[in-house]
């Protein structure tokens, strides 16, 4: 590992969740969730591995990231089912649960990157319909002032430590551990203790809505790596997955569906 890539991995994944986790205090709830699905860690992590492993190993590590969005999926369908059964650490179990079970089979699959991208829209489909529309919640929420900083360590600590054992874990495993749901589970459980079930619906049905850039952005990121190289590659996925989601909060805001900022994190 060269100093610079360790001097990027230290400065732009925190960088990176702290200006994210800002953002998500001013948005909303249904925003939050938008934004937890972008590739905030997995894209950097993605960008570190492209240079320390090569082209073909990162294209194979995104396309097993873009698979990744299964176990992912499974969590917040999971939660979203127990949480309203049951308090948080039910709900959080439950959802760990399930994201091990589906990433389990998820390595056993073997399918085209294309086969894979079409599955991925698929059970976003199902997902996005499974957790229930959530009532307006109008309570005020206070995060505590050690949030952003803990979550800007713990990004930082994941980038650090899969980057470190990748050649250990190889591009199929490294890749489906990128989208463990660290900062989604957070910032659910989060909600959930301060609001309630209903306004962690909204945040897993956002998450779920903004999963589908983080699958476009994947998918021209293992299409293009092998092509065009570690740059272009970037510029074209980041390029993508951001018009994806351009299109997403638009649809959203139109609808209405996305109420005013209510002071959650």
């Not at 999926?73 to 091990?100: D, E, K, M, N, Q």
């Not at 699958?215 to 970037?234: I, K, M, Q």
């Amino acid at each position: 590992m060269t100093s610079t890539l360790l001097v990027l991995k230290l400065f732009l994944t925190p960088v990176l969740i702290g200006g994210a986790s800002v953002a998500q205090r001013m948005l909303g709830t249904h925003a939050a969730g938008l934004l937890v699905g972008l590739p905030l860690t997995a894209g950097p992590l993605a960008w570190f591995i492209a240079w320390e492993q090569g082209t073909k190993f990162a294209s194979t590590a995104a396309a097993s990231n873009l698979l990744g969005l299964l176990p992912l999926t499974a969590f917040c369908i999971a939660y979203a089912w127990s949480a309203g059964r049951g308090a948080w650490p039910v709900a959080t179990v439950a959802g760990v649960i399930a994201y091990l079970v589906i990433g389990a089979l998820s390595l056993a699959l073997s399918l085209s990157l294309m086969l894979g991208f079409v599955l991925v829209l698929f059970v976003l489909g199902i997902a996005r319909k499974a957790v229930p529309q959530a009532a307006r919640v109008s309570t005020p929420g206070h995060p505590p002032a050690w949030d952003i900083p803990v979550r800007m360590l713990v990004a930082t600590g994941i980038v650090l430590a899969l980057t470190h054992l990748a050649p250990t874990l190889g591009p199929q495993l490294t890749g489906l551990l990128a989208p463990f749901p660290v900062f989604t589970g957070t910032l659910t459980i989060f909600t959930h203790r301060s609001h309630g079930f209903p306004e962690a619906h909204r945040l897993l049905r956002g998450v779920i809505e903004g999963s589908f850039a983080y699958a476009v952005f994947f998918l021209v990121l293992a299409c293009s790596l092998p092509r065009y190289g570690v740059g272009a590659a970037f510029f074209l996925a980041v390029l993508s997955s951001m018009g994806c989601q351009f299109a997403l909060a638009n649809r959203s805001f139109r609808s209405k569906r996305e109420f005013p900022p209510q002071g959650v994190d």
